[in-house]
């Protein structure tokens, strides 16, 4: 039976007008050497896409899904999973992520609900095989129930680390059971609302430890996959722990797992953080440590995460432009961590959303490859850092002067004059490649 009633959403090129059609995402298409397909690996969120009912804080659902028509929980599950590879397939999307909670409901006890887990990755296994959408991650949800209430593993209640672990250690097993290629911890309560209650220290240690313990049990069952970190800033608690890339980096290396975790970088919650998509990207790959991302956009007007689809091309052309610079996806991708506004409560309009963040990370990708085959910041960069090379800039990176010396030759020969850093006539030269590269 299908769900939809579109058909297979293929490529038809700038020109074309059909609003079920790819405009710039032509998965075969060669840049730099590579398919569109094998650079961008786009993945489907689970939850936002198939779990989302267009709740908010003033008003309940208001998307009535075909497959949620049913009161039986685990019927429903299944119906979801086939609705859920219909729709990816539909749209050529090669990977989906999930929580544990978005494939199938909580039972009455961890027993029940692991029992469940199993029955739906069992409909998820026999649908993988035939279409050969991959999975690209899972995750666990330890922050939706009220036992999360002060945190998972940074609780101040020993029980509910305890109970955090248990819950992790099926979803690992459950993402190599699917094939998962990583799997990411994002810390939904790990953080605090104020510190008139709160042990930061032993909160940050227990963290660590949680993250040590899924490092052994990931080894002890032979999970392959990347561990990722995705930072946050806030929401849902005041000051969450993963604040931003740096800050992640930081306690990894405190905390020696730096050489077990890289980064999957959302672009809503870099602006939560007041940083740029482009910088956190950044900050990941000087780091070594990018690996993934979660695309999406927020509203500059809304301080929370709106988890919107990305549509913004100069967004987009950035942001590809750090990741071809670290070389492009590994075991990473593209998910599309972003759900319909809730007036867009027509199954096509997944459709539409899809189609529309799936062609502005593509024309962004096209645009990121010219300007780098062309090497037009890269050029500028060089020629800007050229004192680097030779001279004084090149004894201070050998470590062959000191402050002494440095007196010396500030004292005989001063500075030289410094240059523009031309900031508007590249922000115009993007404009132009933005605008012309087809
Ligand atoms: C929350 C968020 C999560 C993670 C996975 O802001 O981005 O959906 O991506 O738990
Ligand atoms: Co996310």
Not at 121 to 130: F, L, Y
Not at 285 to 313: E, H
């Amino acid at each position: 039976m299908a769900y939809f009633n579109v058909g297979k959403i293929e490529y038809e090129g700038p020109q074309s007008k059909n609003p079920l059609a790819f405009k710039y995402y032509n998965p075969d298409e060669k840049v730099m050497g590579k398919t569109m397909k094998e650079h961008l690996r786009f993945a489907m969120s689970y939850w936002h896409t198939f779990t989302y009912g267009g709740n908010d804080p003033f008003g309940g659902a208001t998307i009535n899904r075909e497959w949620d028509k049913t009161s039986d929980p685990m019927e429903k599950a299944k119906n979801r999973v086939r609705a859920a590879f219909e729709f990816m397939e539909k749209c050529q999307i090669p990977f989906f992520c999930f929580h544990d909670q978005d494939i199938s409901p909580r039972g009455a006890n961890l027993e029940e609900t692991n029992k469940r887990l199993d029955e739906i990755v069992a409909v998820i296994k026999e649908e993988m095989a035939r279409t050969g959408i991959k999975c690209l991650w899972g995750t666990t949800n330890a922050f939706g129930d009220d036992k999360f209430v002060h945190g998972a593993s940074t609780s101040c209640n020993a029980t509910v680390f305890a109970y955090t672990a248990a819950q992790i250690k099926k979803a690992m097993e459950i993402t190599k059971e699917l094939g998962g290629v990583n799997y990411v911890f994002w810390g939904g309560r790990e953080g605090y609302e104020t510190l008139l209650n709160t042990d930061t220290a032993l909160e940050l240690d227990n963290l660590a430890r949680l993250l040590h313990m899924a490092v052994d049990y990931a080894k002890e069952i032979g999970f392959t996959g990347q561990l990722l970190i995705e930072p946050k800033p806030k929401e849902p608690t005041k000051h969450q722990y993963d604040f931003d890339a740096a800050t992640v980096i930081g306690f990894l290396r405190k905390y020696d797992l730096i050489d077990h975790f890289k980064l999957n970088i959302e672009a809503n919650h870099a602006t939560l953080a007041q940083h740029t998509f482009q910088h956190e990207l950044n900050i990941s790959r000087i780091n070594g440590v990018f690996c993934s991302v979660d695309a999406n956009t927020g509203d500059p007007m809304l301080g929370w995460d709106t988890d919107q689809f990305p549509t913004n091309v100069y967004d987009t052309t950035l942001a590809m432009y750090e990741i071809l610079l670290a070389g492009g996806f590994t075991t990473g991708g593209l998910n599309f961590d972003s759900k319909v506004r809730r007036g867009s409560f027509e199954d096509v309009d997944l459709f539409y959303a899809y189609i529309a963040g799936m062609d502005a990370f593509a024309k962004g990708l096209k645009v990121a490859a010219k300007l780098l085959e062309d090497g037009v910041f890269e050029k500028f960069k060089e020629e800007r850092y050229a004192s680097w090379r030779t001279g004084i800039g090149k004894d201070i990176i050998d470590g062959k002067v000191g402050f002494k010396e440095l007196e010396e030759y500030a004292m005989k020969y001063g500075t030289t004059p410094n240059s523009s850093g031309r900031q508007e006539l590249l922000e115009s030269i993007l404009n132009q490649y933005i605008l012309e590269t087809k």
